[in-house]
């Protein structure tokens, strides 16, 4: 078992081993892939812990056989949050791996498949395989508390000693505010439905006698039409849903696919070949320094020699 970090994930609905796996990559693709496949889950799969476990290869080639066997489709990386304890959440880091090669849409529903299936799971603990210490960030998850609207009634209004309403006593209270605004005890019950759709959408019976009261012109001639308009037009909107804060102990779940070059995170439809822009431009690798022709060997130490002499 390699160290932590980037545990290694086996994708389902792979081929079984063969001697022909992984024959059309470059040797040290091939043998890079072929030891990787051979790792159990849960195993490390950053470039610095199998560098430690491959002699033949140092970190730069790791990688940028990492980066081959993503564009191949053989593996990609992704981040996970899961909750922790003390109401704490933190970022896992995982590479899928399938010894058969998948194509950019496959992965994609697989990271999607991941994602549906984190968010009807139970809590996630984290595994202390797959957790590198130096690649979690710890995120602080802290209670919201919502903001009610001042118009919104934190409970229905009792209705009126009489058996009326809430929304019959407000209309009843219009001719005690402004005595332009006098309604009968007919018109109150005419308009008591419109006033009923006001404190159903969370309103209380003081916000409803201002909102009709005011602006009001020098003469009202007809009451109860004047009203009836405004309860019409005026009507507030149905109030948002308050989000409410996650419980206490409630898990915190989030799958995002990352880029195996410099774990750059994006939707999966964002990097293809488990790549971001910049990773997939040409000439991202360093070059090689240019080395004197085998022809040119008595030139060159020529050269250093008359340098040698110079003063």
């Known amino acids: 078992m390699a160290h932590p970090g980037y545990g290694k994930r086996s994708a389902p609905d792979q081929q079984p081993r063969s001697g022909h796996d992984f024959m059309l990559l470059p040797l040290r693709e091939r043998s890079i892939a072929g030891f990787i496949d051979h790792l159990p889950d849960g195993a490390a799969m950053d470039v610095k812990g199998l ?19 993503s564009v191949a489709g053989h593996l990609r990386r992704v981040r996970c949050l899961v909750s922790g304890a003390g109401g ?10 399938s010894r058969t090669a998948r194509d950019n849409e496959w992965w994609a529903h697989l990271v999607g498949a991941e994602r549906e299936q984190s968010a ?14 130096s690649a979690v960030e710890p995120v602080v998850v802290r209670p919201v508390t919502p903001v009610v609207p001042r118009q919104r009634a934190q409970e229905p209004a009792p209705p009126a000693s009489d058996g009326r309403s809430p929304a019959y006593a407000a209309l009843a209270r219009l001719g005690r505010v402004d005595a332009r605004l006098a309604l009968s005890a007919a018109d109150c ?24 009261a005011a602006g009001l012109p020098a003469q009202v001639d007809s009451p109860v039409g004047f009203v009836r308009r405004r309860l ?22 989030l ?28 000439g991202d690798e360093e070059p090689l320094a240019d080395l004197p022709a085998e022809r040119d060997v008595r030139t060159y130490v020529a050269g250093l020699r008359d340098l040698l002499k110079a003063p």
């Open 51 to 69: 560098a430690r476990q491959l002699p033949l290869y140092g970190q730069q080639a790791v990688g940028s056989a990492l980066k081959a066997l």
């Open 189 to 212: 019950a005419v308009l008591e439905p419109l006033a009923a759709e006001w404190f159903a959408r969370g309103v209380d019976a003081d916000y409803l006698v201002r909102a009709l």
């Open 120 to 133: 009807i799971a139970g809590p996630v603990g984290v595994e202390p395989s797959v957790v590198e210490p």
């Open 255 to 282: 799958v995002m696919m990352e880029c195996t070059k410099c774990g750059a995170p994006g939707r999966a439809e964002a990097l293809p070949d488990g790549l971001c822009r910049p990773c997939r431009l040409p």
């Open 232 to 253: 019409t037009d005026k009507i507030p909107p149905h109030p948002p849903a308050v989000p409410q804060p996650p419980a206490a102990g409630a898990p915190v779940r």
């Open 88 to 97: 704490q959440v933190r970022w896992v880091f995982r590479t899928f791996w």
